[in-house]
């Protein structure tokens, strides 16, 4: 199997980046972080600031949890290694990422991931001349430590390294260690990894069908990311309900390279179970997928919440859209409140479709529900403005109730010329109501 490779990942590895071009910044950032001004310009900087103030607020930062201080860490390493070097190195290495080690360590579930993201971020912030071996010692020792938590901060770190053959030992060792949560992470950082080796692809294939669920939940996560030539393993991660879901971060790509077709009928049955996800799917790619099959698989779903939530944004990214009116389409729900919940997301995608909603509207304005029939106000109101003509109106006036709609139309458009006509049918009106509605618009205008 080859491995399709993808740039690593933004969302993985984020090192916060800082200039030091005025000395300026390097002491607002120093005052910013130890809370006290301590030094003037960066030349003021010496190694006993760094070891009295500097690490000792990273600690007490650390072992306080002030997680609103954790994206300045980073920027705080790179600058103590940048501006001593190996001594500046050793520092960081001893005091920061050794003590970062242990507190992920021995966190609880609240803290183990910030913990662990602050971890990446530090290690990653070493510049690149010390971050290489640095890496490789840290990944070496975590690796053959018996507590599993080390374990896993090698598996997070082994995608940084530059040269993947110095730790593709330790690969192999995480990739077959006991503790499932070591194996899925280290699968989730794949994407990551540029470096082409049998053993890599071995462990990849190996992990979609591992016994724990945990990790392959993980190669599922990852899938379209690392191979998506191999249409068949993936599928099957697809038909099994307790990885379908994590699928889903894969089939764009995967969509991309075989079409959705193959994926139609997984993608149908977890919607069942994984309505808001697969709804959300669709929002973020409808360009990957037919309209005719969007339609279909949305139909039966449409008056659900996410559903009525996410169409207006799906059509907007469409060019035409032409076959998502059926789903606006209420008539035959036997729900009122389906029935008015829908006439408004067609007030707000008016703008898209514009006259195209003529038949729709009329179905709102003779709904058997007031609160309903009030729906088709606006749209009756947008539908006259952009045609300048009543032609399409005369259905409206064959019941009280319809005209009613008519006469607080006026009260949105006012007594254009072309209004004239209605007007004076409406000001003559049999029915009080309707009579009384169309004076109350009128007076607003002072006509």
Known sequence: MQLCHFNRSPELFTV??????????????????????????????????AKDVIIPRIINNVMNRRSETYKEIPQIVKLVVESFYEEGLELILKEVVGFLNSEYRHSDIASSNSLMKLYIDTVAAIPSRFRESALIDIIKTNTQSLNKRDRVLASLIIPLVADFSTVLSCFNDLACDSYSYVRSTLIKGLPNISYEHPDINRFFIKGCSDPMIQVRSAAASVYGNVDTCDLHRFIKLFEDDSTAKYCLNS???MIRFHGFLPFFSCFERLMEDNLNDTVQFIADNPEL?????????????RFEPIVLKSLATIIF???????????????????????????????KLFGFYGNRLLNITLKIANDKIAAVRNESVVLIANIILEKKTLTDMEPLYRHWHQRLILAKVVNIIGNPEYLSHMIERLRNDEVENVR??????????CL
């Open 436 to 445: 009384n509605c169309l004076n109350n618009s009128l007076n607003k205008y």
């Open 289 to 301: 997928i037919d309209e005719a099959i969007i339609v279909d698989l949305l139909y039966q779903y």
């Open 16 to 49: 916060f980046p800082i200039c030091y071009d005025s000395p300026l910044n390097v002491a607002e950032l120093i005052e910013h972080f130890v809370g006290n001004n301590v030094l003037t310009n960066r030349c003021n900087l010496c190694l006993s600031i």
């Open 251 to 253: 089939l764009a790509p």
């Open 317 to 347: 990214k469409l060019s035409d859209g032409e076959e998502f009116l059926c789903l606006l389409d209420a008539d035959d729900e036997l729900s009122w409140r389906k029935r008015r919940d829908m006439a408004m997301l067609c007030q």
